[in-house]
């Protein structure tokens, strides 16, 4: 497995409170992703960076915040939970193989709950 | 950007027989589609992809076809086995910023 780390791995909290969600990497890839996976949805892009300091809204970025400030780090923050983002959150990384993007590896999942 | 519908969402066959996941997407410009595999309580996993200059791909069991003019791709698995049981999910690649897109999932029971 790629070296791709998410903390926590469970979290439950509560509404209005703020969340980090932390993916860490070891293999240097340049892109990072954060997706959401809920049944019904597949999964769904909230952030991604293309590279440190680089970072782009997804399709789902409402209610989230990101920051990149190494290459091994993307940090995925909820400023103030709400229960429709009770979900489990997939942190993914990429290497560019020139014609396109190429394999995504995914990490564990962080499932969250806002009660 | 790009959209990409998924069918069907339930799917069950017996083993031994075939299934076929079928999705399409809406960008023209995307290049990329690859398919990903999750079992229960994994991660995705990618199982086979297809770049937009191929038509089609095998590998074993499993093959992808594209079809770019209509814009939509499928994934085919032969002799299905009970270990081929979990969601798979069809994706492309926005080639508009660096972002893959999901289909919804493809739940896939094979009854033994």
């Known amino acids: 497995d790629a070296g791709i780390t998410q903390s926590p791995r469970h979290k439950v909290t509560e509404t209005g409170t703020p969340v980090t969600l932390r993916c860490h990497q070891t293999e240097n890839h340049r892109y990072m992703y954060w997706y959401r996976q809920d049944p019904g949805h597949g999964l769904r892009l909230i952030h991604y960076s293309y590279g440190v300091k680089d970072t782009d809204k997804g399709e789902v970025s409402d209610g989230y915040s990101v920051s990149r400030s190494k290459t091994e780090d993307f940090l995925l923050t909820l400023e103030s939970a709400t229960s429709s983002q009770t979900s489990v959150y997939f942190c993914a990384i990429s290497e560019s193989l020139g014609q396109g993007q190429g394999e995504l590896f995914f990490g564990e999942g962080s499932r969250l709950t806002v009660l | 950007g790009e959209n990409v519908e998924q069918h069907p969402s339930t799917l069950s066959v017996q083993e031994g027989d075939s299934a076929v996941i079928k999705c399409t997407y809406s960008d023209s410009a995307s290049n990329y589609f690859p398919w990903y595999k999750q079992e229960l309580g994994k991660r995705p996993q990618l199982i086979i992809d297809?770049?937009?200059?191929?038509g089609e791909k095998k590998d074993q069991r499993i093959a992808v076809t594209l079809n770019k003019t209509a814009k939509h791709f499928s994934l085919h698995i032969t002799e299905t086995q009970p270990e081929d049981s979990a969601v798979y999910f069809c994706?492309?690649?926005?080639?508009?910023?660096?972002?893959?897109?999901f289909g919804a999932g493809t739940r896939l029971f094979v009854k033994a």
């Open positions: 297809i770049r937009s200059n191929v």
């Open positions: 994706a492309a690649y926005d080639t508009g910023g660096f972002k893959t897109i």
